[in-house]
Each structure stands twice: as structure tokens, then as C-alpha cells.
Nanobody, 121 residues
């Protein structure tokens, strides 16, 4: 099995910054796409940003220019640097990964447990 463990959430004032980390461990051959999603109360879960193993990124328009996603393949870890945070960024942030758990071509999808980010004065 594969575990995704997130860290770095918390309470921050508007305009502040936070850095989220997500480390994958377990039966991992390789990880294709790693990304961050978020879910605010009463809303659907949405993609924030994701990144391929080769480093290409996909970032939601709502956070473009403020959030940066990066990854360390050697550590099976993905990061989300969040700057200029706004109250509307308040949500539970979830890590997601497409993982090859054996030497076949298919991948399995895994989620972290989520970390709360609250932006409030």
C-alpha cells in the first residue's frame, strides 16, 4: 500500500504564506502525477495544482501567480508554496498521487488525509 502524509497547514492572516508538503511512502515503483486539491465547506473538491514526474505543471486560474507547486522525485514529495493568501483559499487541502505499485503499466490513485488551511484575520 501507499501512504500520503501532508503537513504544513494552519491559520494565517490574509496576505500571508504557507508551505504544504506531502510525502509518499510504501510500495512505490514510481509516481506519475502528484498534485493538490482543496475542498471548502459546502463546495466540491477542486484541483489546485499538479505536476508530472518530468516537472510540467498545471495550476488553477484562481491561484495562478500566487501558488507554486514543486516536487522532489528522490523523496517522493510534492510541495505547495502558497503566497498572498486570501480568505477564499480557506479549505482542506488534499494531496493526490498516481503511483505505479508494480512493474506493469497501470497506476493506482491515492489520497492523503487532508490538512486544514484557514486564512483569517
Amino acid at each position: 500500500q501507499v501512504q500520503l502524509v501532508e503537513s504544513g497547514g494552519g491559520l494565517v492572516q490574509p496576505g500571508g504564506s504557507l508551505r504544504l508538503s506531502c510525502a509518499a511512502s510504501g510500495s512505490i515503483v514510481s509516481i506519475n502525477v502528484m498534485g493538490w486539491y482543496r475542498q471548502a465547506p459546502g463546495k466540491q473538491r477542486e484541483l489546485v495544482a499538479d505536476t508530472s514526474r518530468r516537472g510540467s505543471t498545471n495550476v488553477a486560474d484562481s491561484v495562478k501567480g500566487r501558488f507554486t507547486i514543486s516536487r522532489d522525485n528522490a523523496k517522493n514529495t510534492v510541495y505547495l508554496q502558497m503566497n498572498s493568501l486570501k480568505p477564499e483559499d480557506t479549505a482542506v487541502y488534499y494531496c493526490n498521487a498516481d503511483v505505479r505499485i508494480d512493474w506493469g503499466p497501470s497506476t493506482s490513485n491515492f489520497w492523503g488525509q487532508g490538512t486544514q488551511v484557514t486564512v483569517s484575520s
